[in-house]
């Protein structure tokens, strides 16, 4: 079980970010914070409220140390077609991943 403190193993992600599709690693923010997002589904009714609200504030983490990842279990290709079409979606600039 890992608890706080413990170093995880580096893995490897598939994200969507600055309209790009792309692999990100753990270790790609080594030495930072990390906050991970969790949310079900894109495209539902409560999700796009609080990942904006996240993005109202990307910038106060960045200042803070810390990067910002949304995660859920929709696919990279579903993220872009969510992105492109939501007002308040097109607002995140920190990866959504996959």
């Known amino acids: ?6 170093k995880i193993s580096d ?23 990390l906050v991970l997002l969790f949310y079900p589904a894109d495209f539902t009714f409560v999700c796009p409220t609080e990942l904006e609200e996240a ?5 106060e983490f960045q200042k803070a140390g810390a990067e910002v990842l949304s995660v859920s279990t929709d696919t990279v290709y579903v993220h872009k077609a969510w ?16």
């Open 55 to 59: 993005a109202n504030h990307y910038e």
């Open 11 to 33: 893995f490897e992600l598939s994200a969507y970010h600055n309209d790009d599709i792309k692999k990100l690693k753990l270790s790609d923010y080594k030495g930072k914070w």
């Open 83 to 98: 992105h492109d079409v939501s007002p308040a979606i097109k607002k995140i600039k920190f990866p959504m991943v996959a």
């Open 1 to 6: 079980m890992v608890k706080i403190g413990h």
